[in-house]
């Protein structure tokens, strides 16, 4: 028996403050993957996050210690609530956001055109998602009829979880797998392991990937790429700070504070609606909709969204009729909240890899992830040159980079060819993940359902169809171009 040394980090030991060591090891870990990023050509150029350099630092030095010495040196419960709770917060920072305060001289044809843009890039995101999907469930149902019968054939819906969501969704959902024992066969924990592996490997593809399209592209362009990660201070002195009708920085509570405490409510009511969804459900007594609350749990982020949209609907309009004098969410802070937690998430999801437990399940993780990663190219490419064709590489690299990664690593990757970002590839990229959420809810219900007995075919099916009708609506324009031909045609006849 090996020494488990998370059990002194863990959250439950009241001697250690509720594991605030394993937070500040995290933080640790940042800071010296900032140094190092600075420092060391090669991760500079890299164009991998800071938190992914962390992340895989801590999970190399983990498993070697685990390896010779046979010591854990991280708790894993604390490390997965981490993971769990922080995705929630940052999309609750990121909705308080105030992102409409438009002037009284707005443009209202230009907020008419994001909302149709916003549809078409949330249709783009979410049919990129089904098409990874639909890829991991082809590899994985292969695998489960031919080489590794002991493989459940609907757990390669996770691709598009651990690409499309991040390793925190893939977490998430992992969970939910390992509650209803979908891949026991390789042990507690395997499909928590086997979906964050998938995103660790996804932000592979999104950095190192990503270096090779922006060399292919700038070759194409005759231009050389520059990267300065020197950046100063000033070169941001064009974004809002602070509103005058804010409240003030600093009086009988400090304004960040503010935006903490915020932050903290909204998802102390989200935990709540939760826990009323649950009671509801399980009183029904109706089996789908118990089966359903695994799913609720794991999928929180999106009620959390919800209801900080709700807070800053119902804090707008108090603010408009009166009854409030200030406006007390700020974007800037929020944002740095949002930042905060999605730079943590990431590192303590890849801490939680484990390499030496995955054993024969490293098969299909390279299978999925390598046709994954293929497929999301070409079909980006393809679907981006249709789309966007006054800025196809722009978008295409900011699509790419977070449909592999983060919506941080689609920014970063357009940033590289797109430095003062004056196309309208990042707004594409921000408004269209919003509309995803809307779009993506059909299949969020599907993914949990997916590994279930009995339900391969016909989830697949959905998804088959959902992806067709995807491509409809993005190719609309196309087919009634074609269809409008074929009348004319057909009256000359």
């Known amino acids: ?94 909705c308080l956001r105030d992102k409409n305060n438009y002037s009284e001289d707005f443009d209202v044809s230009k907020v008419k055109t994001e909302r149709v843009a916003a549809a078409k890039s949330g249709a783009l995101i979410i049919s990129t998602y089904l098409l990874q999907g639909l890829v991991g469930i082809a590899i994985t149902a292969f695998l489960g009829f031919t080489f590794l019968p002991a493989l459940n054939k609907g757990t390669g819906i996770m691709l598009a979880l651990g690409f499309g969501q991040g390793p925190q969704q893939a977490n998430a959902t992992g969970f939910i797998w390992d509650s209803a024992y979908y891949m026991d066969a390789w042990g507690a924990g395997s499909a928590r392991n086997f979906g964050l592996t998938i995103a660790a490997l996804g932000f592979l593809w999104a950095s190192i990937g990503g270096i090779i399209l ?67 459900f399980r009183a029904s007594g109706v089996p789908f909709l118990i089966d359903l609350v695994p799913t609720i749990w794991g999928f929180s982020f999106m009620l959390a969204a919800c209801v900080a949209i709700l807070t800053k609907t119902v804090l707008r309009h108090l603010v408009n009729k009166g009854i409030m004098k ?109 509309a995803a959420i809307v779009l993506g809810i059909p299949m969020l219900l599907l993914i949990a359902q997916s590994p279930a007995p009995g339900k391969l075919w016909w989830v697949t099916s959905v998804i088959v169809l959902y992806f067709i009708i995807l491509n409809v609506y993005q190719f609309k324009a196309s087919i009634k171009k074609i269809l409008s031909r074929n009348e004319k045609i057909g009256d000359r006849g």
């Open 214 to 280: 922006v060399n292919r592209i700038a070759k194409k362009r005759g231009k050389a790429i520059e990267r300065d990660e020197y950046q100063k201070c000033g070169q941001m002195s064009n974004y809002t700070i602070e509103d005058p009708d804010e409240v003030p920085l600093s009086e009988s509570i400090d304004k960040f504070s503010l935006q903490i405490c915020m932050v903290g409510g909204v998802y102390l009511l989200t935990q709540g609606l939760i826990i009323l969804i649950e009671i509801c």
């Open 326 to 434: 200030r406006k007390y969410p700020n974007s800037y802070m929020m944002n740095r909240i949002a930042g905060a937690s999605f730079d943590l998430t990431i590192t303590a999801a890849l801490f939680l890899v484990s390499v030496t437990t995955l054993g024969t399940l490293w098969i299909p993780v390279m299978l999925m992830t390598a046709a994954g990663g293929f497929a999301t190219i070409f079909y980006l490419r393809f679907l981006c040159a249709y789309m966007y064709k006054d800025y196809v590489d722009e978008a295409f690299m900011a699509f790419y980079g977070m449909l592999t990664g983060t919506i941080a690593s689609g920014m970063i990757l357009l940033r590289e060819i797109d430095k003062d970002f004056s196309s309208p590839a990042g707004d594409d990229l921000v408004i269209g993940s919003s």
């Open 1 to 94: 028996m090996g020494i488990d040394f998370g059990s002194f980090l863990d959250f439950t030991n009241e001697y250690l403050s509720f594991g605030v060591i394993t937070v500040c090891v995290v933080c640790a870990f940042i800071l010296l993957a900032n140094v190092l990023r600075r420092r060391i050509k090669v991760f500079r150029r890299s164009l991998m996050p800071t938190a992914v350099i962390a992340g895989i630092l801590g999970l190399i030095i983990k498993e070697v210690v685990l390896k010779i010495w046979d010591v854990n040196i991280f708790s894993m419960v604390t490390l997965s609530s981490m993971v769990y709770h922080l995705l929630p917060i940052g999309f609750i920072a990121l």
